[in-house]
């Protein structure tokens, strides 16, 4: 099992910036994905993002030209920058481990491992 520890949301103006940080801890040796999920009260989870061990990303369209997806060279810590967000990207943004390819996947959230308690993101208008 791995922890996940997500950072770096918090309020900004719209068209601002931020980036989020997700920390692995514990046995990340067999990590196959780290992905970015967000979810506001009352609405299913949304995939944002995900970064898979080879490197390789995938954004999610009402996102993509506006984030990215990032990680260490370790693999055990993700990142995502957000630029130009706008009131609809508010959400709590959740971070999610899979340890199985077919399981990393951002359109069946159930099936990922671990996640992480959120970081809150308020863009205002």
């Known amino acids: 099992q791995v922890k996940l520890e997500e950072s770096g949301g918090g309020s900004v103006q719209t068209g601002g910036s931020l980036r989020l940080s997700c920390a692995a801890s514990g046995d990340t040796s067999g990590l196959i994905c780290l992905a970015w999920f967000r979810q506001n009260p009352g609405k299913e989870r949304e995939g944002v993002g995900i970064i898979y061990h080879r490197g390789a990303t995938i954004l999610d369209p009402s996102v993509k030209g506006r984030f990215a997806i ?4 370790a693999k055990d810590t993700m990142w995502l920058q ?3 967000l706008k009131p609809e990207d508010s959400a709590m943004y959740y971070c999610a481990a899979g340890f199985e390819m077919d399981l990393c996947t951002l359109h069946r ?14 863009v205002s208008s």
């Not at 990032?70 to 060279?73: D, E, G, L, M, W």
């Open 70 to 73: 990032s990680q260490n060279n």
């Open 82 to 84: 957000m630029n130009n």
């Open 109 to 122: 959230p159930q099936l990922l491992d671990s996640w992480g308690r959120g970081t809150q993101v308020t």
